[in-house]
């Protein structure tokens, strides 16, 4: 393994600019902290959503089908440690890496009782390659005694926890059938400070009725929530969702790339420079996928805002205030 990092050093101490960035990339911050390439493998637990299981409602979100979003959840099961491997082998083969970061990705991934979970995380803690862990899950799903957990795990190891916040519009929360409001991420974020770990959300934007502002107002309520990462990603559509059928329909529309772009960059105008962004596009398999069809090609994306930021001479934090 790698020697331990300084933990949660000063984000202010990997100077993005410096590197001629326009944003506090992921990339960049990894190598920045550890030194050396470091690649997230995927975990699947086997958990499920409570608005899968009818604890508040039933069927999922509407955009949700979790095979689409994780590569483990379409090969057969295996325990944690073999999963890992897997990971890493397929990894290797794009990549010169020695070091991984475990991600429990799929589904709900604290939604289970304290000693099952313990047991899950210690399996992917006691991989020598895995140098940190990052656990995706809803922020109804974070009781005290769950987040008592996560704060043991992160004084081990570097540890981010990710919420599926979406967007901060109680009418957008509905209409995907999450079964929780905004004030459950408030609530979670004020239980979750303090106790270690880095915290994520993830931002979807181009929801069915939101407008441009109602997106950037939502951009204003991650930046004042003093997140340490954001995940950004345009909706999409698999197959196998409500919201496949909603586009075939016609029923709702989907951004084109120009849309979502000049979208994105205002977003990272309202963002302070030092929360780091770990996604700013988001794809699936063309076996599942719909739609928009740009989403396919993620490095176009890429370089696409990239030169958008360029011509507008921005950057992220360019219109945050503090």
């Given at each position: 393994?790698?020697?331990?990092?300084?933990?949660?050093?000063?984000?202010?101490?990997?100077?993005?600019?410096?590197?001629?960035?326009?944003?506090?990339?992921?990339?960049?911050?990894?190598?920045?902290?550890?030194?050396?390439?470091?690649?997230?493998?995927?975990?699947?637990?086997?958990?499920t959503c409570p608005n899968v299981d009818g604890t508040v409602?039933?069927?999922?979100?509407?955009?949700?089908?979790?095979?689409?979003?994780?590569?483990?959840?379409?090969?057969?099961?295996?325990?944690?440690?073999?999963?890992i491997d897997e990971g890493i082998r397929h990894l290797k083969?794009?990549?010169?890496?020695?070091?991984?970061?475990?991600?429990?990705?799929?589904?709900?991934?604290?939604?289970?009782?304290?000693?099952?979970?313990?047991?899950?995380?210690?399996?992917?803690?006691?991989?020598?390659?895995?140098?940190?862990?990052?656990?995706?899950?809803?922020?109804?799903?974070?009781?005290?005694?769950?987040?008592?957990?996560?704060?043991?795990?992160?004084?081990?190891?570097?540890?981010?926890?990710?919420?599926?916040?979406?967007?901060?519009?109680?009418?957008?929360?509905?209409?995907?059938?999450?079964?929780?409001?905004?004030?459950?991420?408030?609530?979670?974020?004020?239980?979750?400070?303090?106790?270690?770990?880095?915290?994520?959300?993830?931002?979807?934007?181009?929801?069915?009725?939101?407008?441009?502002?109602?997106?950037?107002?939502?951009?204003?309520?991650?930046?004042?929530?003093?997140?340490?990462?954001?995940?950004?990603?345009?909706?999409?559509?698999?197959?196998?969702?409500?919201?496949?059928?909603?586009?075939?329909?016609?029923?709702?529309?989907?951004?084109?790339?120009?849309?979502?772009?000049?979208?994105?960059?205002?977003?990272?105008?309202?963002?302070?420079?030092?929360?780091?962004?770990?996604?700013?596009?988001?794809?699936?398999?063309?076996?599942?996928?719909?739609?928009?069809?740009?989403?396919?090609?993620?490095?176009?994306?890429?370089?696409?805002?990239?030169?958008?930021?360029?011509?507008?001479?921005?950057?992220?934090g360019r219109r945050f205030e503090r």
């Amino acid at each position: 393994m790698l020697p331990s990092p300084e933990r949660f050093a000063e984000p202010a101490k990997y100077d993005w600019r410096a590197a001629k960035l326009r944003y506090y990339q992921y990339s960049f911050h990894l190598r920045q902290r550890y030194g050396a390439r470091v690649q997230r493998v995927s975990v699947d637990a086997g958990f499920t959503c409570p608005n899968v299981d009818g604890t508040v409602a039933l069927g999922g979100c509407t955009f949700c089908d979790n095979r689409s979003f994780s590569p483990s959840r379409r090969l057969p099961k295996q325990d944690i440690r073999e999963q890992i491997d897997e990971g890493i082998r397929h990894l290797k083969r794009r990549y010169e890496c020695d070091h991984f970061i475990a991600y429990f990705q799929p589904a709900t991934n604290t939604y289970a009782p304290v000693d099952k979970l313990r047991d899950l995380y210690e399996q992917a803690l006691a991989h020598p390659q895995v140098v940190a862990m990052s656990i995706g899950t809803r922020p109804d799903c974070v009781p005290d005694d769950v987040l008592d957990l996560l704060e043991e795990v992160a004084a081990r190891t570097d540890l981010t926890v990710e919420y599926g916040m979406q967007t901060m519009h109680d009418r957008s929360l509905d209409w995907m059938n999450r079964g929780h409001h905004h004030d459950a991420m408030l609530d979670a974020m004020e239980r979750s400070r303090g106790r270690g770990f880095e915290i994520c959300a993830h931002i979807m934007l181009g929801l069915p009725g939101e407008t441009h502002e109602d997106m950037l107002a939502t951009a204003r309520e991650v930046a004042r929530l003093q997140l340490d990462d954001v995940k950004i990603h345009n909706l999409y559509a698999v197959e196998h969702t409500p919201l496949a059928e909603q586009v075939r329909r016609g029923e709702v529309r989907l951004l084109e790339r120009d849309e979502y772009l000049a979208t994105l960059v205002d977003f990272l105008e309202l963002l302070p420079p030092e929360m780091i962004v770990e996604r700013v596009s988001g794809d699936a398999p063309e076996s599942f996928f719909i739609g928009p069809s740009w989403c396919l090609d993620k490095p176009a994306v890429l370089l696409a805002l990239q030169a958008e930021m360029e011509r507008r001479d921005t950057w992220q934090g360019r219109r945050f205030e503090r």
